[in-house]
């Protein structure tokens, strides 16, 4: 019945199988059935897990939400003239100003033409005299970053050969990739 539950036969080790299957948390009324010893000394550190707070997450971007991040100072930016930002896109960084145009690889499923787009995973904010970096981003607060959506179009249409190893014969494919433009509207320090 482990077997059956948990994807994982005996043949790996009971305590292999049995951690697999521990793992998942919507069975574990039949867990407590099949090895109530073992389940009963970890239920404190089981119930220790789903009573800990969101804040405590591993992960990179739940901490990123849910911690209270302090604003930096950016006052030798607010009096710059012209501001540079690098943003992040689907993990691909794009340097803008204000009034520029992105042309993204892909087409954005979920946003309109017209539709207004606020950028929070902004890395960057610089002038020509300093520059303001942080790796994991800087808070939503400190720096807005607004863009709207010009046009979803394609790339010109091409003939790309794909071939195989071992293999004489080669195919033909017509491509058109998608493309999305979006304008910077609008650039501000919120210091």
Known sequence: MLSRICGVGFKTGFRSSFIKAYTLQSRNTIFRSLHSSHFAHNQEHLDAERSRPLKESNSPNSEKINEAVQIPD????KYEQNLY???NIHNRPFLVTKGDI???PFRMKHADIG?????TDITTVGSRNYTYHVKEGLPSDAVTIKGIILEKTKKPMYVKEITKKRNRRTR???VKHDLTK??????????
């Open 182 to 191: 979006i304008r910077i509207t609008e650039l501000k320090l919120n210091v």
């Open 102 to 104: 992105i042309i993204l």
């Open 74 to 77: 950016l006052t030798p930016l």
């Open 172 to 174: 033909h494919v017509q």
């Open 85 to 87: 930002a690098t943003i």
């Open 115 to 119: 539709d207004a787009l606020q950028f």
